[in-house]
């Protein structure tokens, strides 16, 4: 696990959401919402909450994948994507 992906882990696990399961997987974090969380508000505003939590982070920024998944649906968001996440069709 790299600084950046650990300091992700850490700011998540602090943030207390009841019922959210973080935890870290190869290429990211695996974050398991409860059943009734809606996944597309999740997914609209993630750029906006995911920027506002990373003012503290100061180790160098890497590629991070998140996987989000409620029981019914998933999606994925890759922070900082590399050339081949932008080329992909």
């Known amino acids: 696990m790299n ?3 650990q300091k992700w882990l ?3 696990q602090h943030t207390n959401l009841h019922g959210w399961e973080i935890k870290a997987v190869d ?3 695996y ?3 409860p059943k ?3 996944l597309k508000l999740i997914r609209d505003n993630l750029p906006e909450i995911l920027a506002a939590m990373s003012l503290d982070i100061e180790v160098p920024k890497s590629r991070l994948k998140f996987h989000f998944h409620n029981g019914y649906e998933n999606f994925e968001y890759i922070l ?3 050339d081949g996440d932008l080329n992909e069709e």
Do not use: H, K, M, S
């Open 3 to 5: 600084a950046y992906q």
């Open 10 to 12: 850490d700011i998540l």
């Open 27 to 29: 290429d990211g974090i």
């Open 31 to 33: 974050v398991e919402i």
């Open 36 to 38: 009734v969380t809606d």
């Open 80 to 82: 900082n994507p590399n």
